[in-house]
């Protein structure tokens, strides 16, 4: 399903790690872009990466992420490269003129990212994280809910976890569990899932304090292994959050209103790819006697004809090709979005810093 019209986005992807796999299969899948290249510090490994993983024949591999940049043939491109290498790298690309989509954690800290930002708005290249449940049909569903006021009411508390257990090669081998590589660890990982959920529901309003949970599981090299946190809007609404590299998979996200309350135990990837669901309870009390629930919550059930990393490719390559078509300046949206994601990750980790006081989140942004 490739796009192989002229108007398809061109992609280079920068690095074979394991999660460049998924998103090359998502740009095959999509009839709006296209694979032109694939960079790696070695060109073998360019080479193999390519036809391993379906390239067309006329693609090209490059020994160097300067190559790659170089390629006047390619629109954007896809940056799955170790968190601490992002600065360079992006910015890299947006002074070359490509649009980027970056694998998050978007950077190391809020200061990287806006230095990132502000070089793709400057050279009028558009930016996005791969937050792939963002882009699922299911997530405008839930939202459509949480709107309405009759079943679900007003928002007052979420809470969501994302979790796996990383076997021992993992926690002493893995990218994320380096400082120098992904200095975030679990917090930048399968935390900023968390955070991104807590900030969607909540239309993306920043909460007013951020304050880390007692517990934070360190390495030895001080990497992130396990740590939650709470915010507070400072007006009865409050989200929790956990996310681990040391406990059994989990996904889920349990958002609580007036009226309702709607549940997802696979919000970041779906249980199957063609389709995902959710519950609601809506309404629901106990009966007389208080042996049971009056109703049981309601499922409901979101197909996709594409899985949802096809349609990030999706909707990064539309606004591509608005930019490229029309002279429309990148939509602000999704950078916006990445940066809140990112400011409150900064102040959990300072909240873990400081012993888990509370961090002020206007305090942060005015220091910056």
């Known amino acids: 399903m490739a796009g192989d019209n002229e108007s398809a986005v061109r992609f280079g992807i920068m690095g074979c790690a394991g999660i460049a796999r998924k998103v090359s299969r998502a740009i095959r899948l999509s009839p709006t872009a296209r694979l032109t290249a694939v960079a790696s510090r070695s060109a073998e490994k360019a080479r193999r990466f390519a036809a391993e993983n379906e390239f ?18 390619v629109d954007a491109v896809y940056v799955p490269l170790p968190t601490s290498l992002h600065r360079r790298w992006v910015t890299a690309a947006a002074r070359k003129g490509k649009h980027v989509l970056v694998e998050k954690p978007a950077a190391l800290d ?24 963002m882009h699922h049909p299911r997530t405008a569903r839930m939202k459509s809910l949480l709107n309405d006021a009759a079943q679900f009411g007003d928002l007052r508390w979420i809470h969501t976890s ?19 590589l992904d200095g975030l660890g679990a917090l930048g990982d ?3 899932y968390c955070i991104r959920a807590i900030l969607w529901a909540f239309n993306y309003q920043l909460p007013k304090t951020v304050t880390a949970l007692p517990g934070t599981v360190f390495n030895k090299d001080g990497v992130i292994l396990a740590c939650g946190s709470s915010m507070d809007w400072n007006d009865g609404r409050l989200a929790t959050f956990y996310c681990s590299f040391l406990s059994h998979t989990s996904m889920d996200l349990s958002l609580h209103g007036t009226n309702g309350c709607l549940q997802v135990k696979d919000f970041i990837i779906p249980f199957q790819e063609s389709s995902a669901s959710f519950l609601l309870s809506a309404n629901v009390g106990l009966n007389e006697l208080h042996t049971g629930w009056t109703s049981k919550p309601k499922e409901f059930e979101v197909v996709n004809e594409l899985p949802q990393e096809a349609l ?24 916006n979005i990445c940066l809140k994601n990112q400011l409150v990750l900064d102040a959990v980790k300072k909240s873990i810093e400081q012993g888990c006081k509370s961090v002020e989140l206007g305090k942060m942004k005015s220091s910056m």
Not at 110 to 133: H, I, K, P, R, Y
Not at 313 to 329: D, H, K, M, N, Q
């Open 312 to 335: 990030l490719i999706e909707e990064f390559s539309t606004l591509v090709r608005a930019i490229r078509s029309s002279g429309s300046p990148p939509d602000p949206m999704w950078p």
């Open 56 to 73: 067309p024949e006329d693609a090209r591999a490059y020994g160097s992420y300067e190559e790659l940049l170089d390629d006047p043939a």
């Open 162 to 180: 994302s979790t796996f257990h990383g076997n021992q090669y993992f926690l002493e081998n893995d990218i994320r569990v380096k400082p120098d």
């Open 190 to 192: 399968t935390g900023w």
């Open 110 to 133: 809020a200061a990287e990212l806006e230095e990132m930002l502000g070089e793709c708005e400057s050279n009028g290249v558009q930016f996005m994280d791969g937050t792939m449940w």
